[in-house]
């Protein structure tokens, strides 16, 4: 993974209106990465560094960047400009075919923050890209689903240490977990999963389930929709332009995800008996 997830705080625990003494915990780590496409700035996400490669990826990938690894020429980690000792930050992605990029549409003119990916978007209306409607007609038993957030759970490591990181996880139509990623930006821990599937050959993902561990946001499902997902399913509760996306584009959302009961948004087709 490279860089490590969390590190040390000192901290003081107060019970009752009393601090008691201070003690070492874990934090999640937090840190700017900006990301240039033949050299030319497009974004600065602030995510947990480790799975970097994973990331830029899948933010190339559901921005309509790229389609297949092929597309991807090299990925090369730069020194900061503002700290020439220190590499990691700053990231340079070289592409097959640059000149097919509409830098203008992709470029983010503000940062994009851990909670909201959609920072510095001119309007929803400019995320709708060119991703079609899925075709797929790939099914999910009720009882499968019940089993995925104990297996999320069970691959959350840095989440254990911390209680501060999101989590995203593929899963195959038998549910077994191909693939887990954490990050304090539930739509980095997205795109880190999603990234990783490209760069693994792994698309489209027409047989798949996304599973987050928070609330699914319309990004997390139009992201889903890049990479030919049909089913989203999460812990916590869709929004509801989220539910208006996964319906106009054949994909079922699940919600609430918890225990032996959960709600379902779209696309109730999906969820059959097989």
Known sequence: ?????????????????????????????EEPLEIRVEGKGVAVVMRTPGHDDDLVSGFLLTEG?????????????????DDRSREGNVIDVLLRKPEGVKFDALTRHVFSATSCGLCGKASIEAVHMAFK??????????????????????????????????????????????SAREDVGRHNAVDKLLGHALRSGWLPLDRHILFVSGRT??????????????VVAGISAPSSLAVEFARANKQALAGFVRGD?????????RFAAR
């Open 217 to 230: 946001s319309f990004e997390i499902v139009q992201k889903a929709l890049a990479a030919r997902v049909p």
């Open 1 to 29: 993974m490279g860089a490590r997830p969390t590190r040390s705080a000192k901290i003081r625990t107060v019970r009752r209106g009393r601090p008691g003494a201070a003690r070492a915990d874990r934090v999640a780590v």
């Open 65 to 81: 960047v790229v389609r297949d690894p092929g597309d991807i020429f090299e990925i090369t980690h730069c020194r900061s400009s």
């Open 261 to 269: 009961r959960f709600n379902i948004y779209a696309g109730a087709s």
């Open 133 to 178: 409607p899925l075709r797929s007609r790939f099914r999910v038993s009720p009882r499968l689903l019940h089993t995925l957030p104990e297996a999320l759970a069970k691959s959350q490591a840095a989440f254990r240490e911390t209680g501060g990181l999101h989590a995203a996880a593929l899963f195959d139509a038998d549910g077994n977990l191909l």
